[in-house]
C-alpha cells in the first residue's frame, strides 16, 4: 500500500552562489517582473492534511519562502502540491495539487497566476505536454483499481479534451516521438508495468513488463531508462531493478537486477552517466554498463531523501527531515564535499529550473 506522499524530486542549479544558509525570507515584497524566469523553483508538498503546498524560489542572491503567495496575495496554492511542469511554448508553468484536485497556471516569467484547471481531475500526479496538449496522470479513487487515467487538456484554453484510461497507477509521464511514457508506480497499490501511448493512433497501449514499483524514467537519445524501487514491504521483499529500454525497436535491450535487500530511489542523468540514491548514498552508472556499481561515489546525512537530481556536475539531495517541518537541500561537488546548505518548506519534492 503507497502513501499519497510521493518520493519524488528532480533538478536543482549548480550554479548558485549563495553560501550555506537557513533563510526564512517570507517577505512581502513581490520579484520584479521577469525575475521568475531566472531563478531555481523548488516544490514543497507540504503536510496532506494541510493547504499549505508552496515554493522556494532561489537565485544567485536570494532566497524566498512561500512565493506563490507573495506574488499572489491572498491565494493559496493548496493541499499537497505534487509535481510542476513547464512550458516553454506557453512561457506558463503547470503546478499540479494532488490534494486539491487542481493545477495551478502562472506565467512562467513573473509567477502571476493565470488560470486554475479543476475539471476532470481526481487524484492528479505528474503532467507532459507535446505543442497542443497538456497530459496530466491521475489515479482515481484509490479504492478503485479500474478508474486511472490520463487527462488531456488543450494548452490554447485549458479545455478539457478527453481522457486515456490506464493501467492503476500512472505516475511519472513523458512525451517523446509522438508518444506519451507512462510508469505505473501503482498507485495505492504496486505496479510493474510502463506504457506506450500511441497519439498517433488513436491512443493505443502497449504495456512493457519492467520491474517493480517503477519510480522514475529518464530519456537518453532512442533509450529510455526506467528505475523499480522494488518491494521493500511485501513479504517476500523483491529489490530493485533498472531498465533500458530501446525506444526505436520497442524492445527492452537488457534488465539489471538489484541485490536482496536493495530498494534505489530517484534517478539523474547527467554527462553520459545515470545516478541513483540506494540507502542514502549516490551511485553512478554508464548509459551502456549491464552491471550495478559495487560501491557509491559518496554518502549522505540526510534524515529522509526525498529529492535527488545533478546538473552541471552539483548533486542535489532534498531531505523531508521529519516531514512536519521545513526542509533542507544539500548540495554537494561530486567528489561529496558538501558546499551549500539551503532551507525549503515543508517536504521538498521537487526543484525546477526555470531558465
Known amino acids: 500500500m503507497k502513501k499519497l506522499i510521493q518520493y519524488g524530486l528532480y533538478a536543482l542549479i549548480a550554479g ?3 553560501q550555506s544558509c537557513n533563510s526564512d525570507d517570507d ?20 503536510d496532506f492534511s494541510k493547504n499549505e503546498g508552496e515554493i522556494t524560489f532561489i537565485t544567485d542572491t536570494e532566497i524566498k519562502q512561500n512565493f506563490f503567495r507573495t506574488v499572489n496575495p491572498g491565494k493559496v ?20 495539487v494532488n490534494g486539491s484536485n487542481t493545477i495551478e497556471i502562472v ?32 489515479w482515481g479513487d484509490g479504492s478503485n483499481k479500474n478508474d486511472d487515467y490520463v487527462a488531456v487538456y488543450n494548452l490554447s484554453n485549458n479545455a ?22 507512462v510508469a505505473h508506480k501503482g498507485g495505492y497499490g504496486n505496479g510493474n508495468t510502463i506504457s506506450l501511448i500511441d497519439l498517433k493512433n488513436n491512443d493505443q497501449i502497449t504495456p512493457v513488463l519492467v520491474g517493480d514499483v517503477p519510480t522514475a524514467i529518464e530519456k537518453e537519445g532512442d533509450y529510455l531508462f526506467v528505475l523499480a524501487q522494488g518491494l521493500e514491504y511485501a513479504q517476500p521483499t ?23 535487500g536493495e ?19 549516490i551511485y553512478r552508472i554508464g548509459l551502456n554498463d549491464k552491471t550495478l556499481p559495487s560501491k557509491p561515489l559518496f554518502g549522505t546525512t540526510a534524515q529522509n531523501v526525498y529529492g535527488f537530481s545533478i546538473k552541471d556536475d552539483a548533486v542535489y539531495v532534498a531531505d523531508a527531515l521529519n516531514f512536519t517541518g521545513n526542509g533542507k537541500l544539500f548540495k554537494f561537488t561530486l567528489n561529496g564535499t558538501l558546499s551549500n546548505t539551503y532551507t525549503t518548506g515543508v517536504m521538498p519534492n521537487g526543484i525546477y529550473f526555470n531558465d
Open 263 to 281: 530498494f534505489p530511489s530517484h534517478l539523474a542523468k547527467e554527462n553520459g552517466q545515470l545516478y541513483y540514491i540506494l540507502n542514502k548514498a
Open 77 to 96: 496554492l493548496g493541499k499537497v502540491a505534487q509535481s510542476m511542469f513547464i512550458s516553454d511554448k506557453m512561457k506558463q508553468i503547470y503546478i499540479v
Open 27 to 46: 517577505s512581502s515584497e513581490i520579484t520584479p517582473p521577469g525575475e521568475a524566469s531566472k531563478s531555481v523553483l523548488i516544490l514543497n508538498e507540504g
Open 107 to 138: 506565467d512562467q516569467s513573473t509567477f502571476k497566476s493565470k488560470a486554475t484547471i479543476s475539471t476532470q481531475l481526481h487524484n492528479p500526479r505528474f503532467a507532459a505536454a507535446d505543442e497542443t496538449y497538456l497530459y496530466v496522470t491521475n
Open 238 to 260: 523483491v529489490p530493485g531493478k533498472l531498465t533500458r529500454f530501446n525506444l526505436k525497436t520497442n524492445k527492452i535491450d537488457y534488465n539489471i537486477s538489484f541485490k536482496k
Open 16 to 18: 548558485l552562489t549563495l
Open 160 to 181: 478539457f479534451v478527453r481522457k486515456i484510461a490506464v493501467t492503476e497507477g500512472p505516475e511519472k509521464i513523458m512525451y517523446a516521438n509522438n508518444e506519451l511514457i
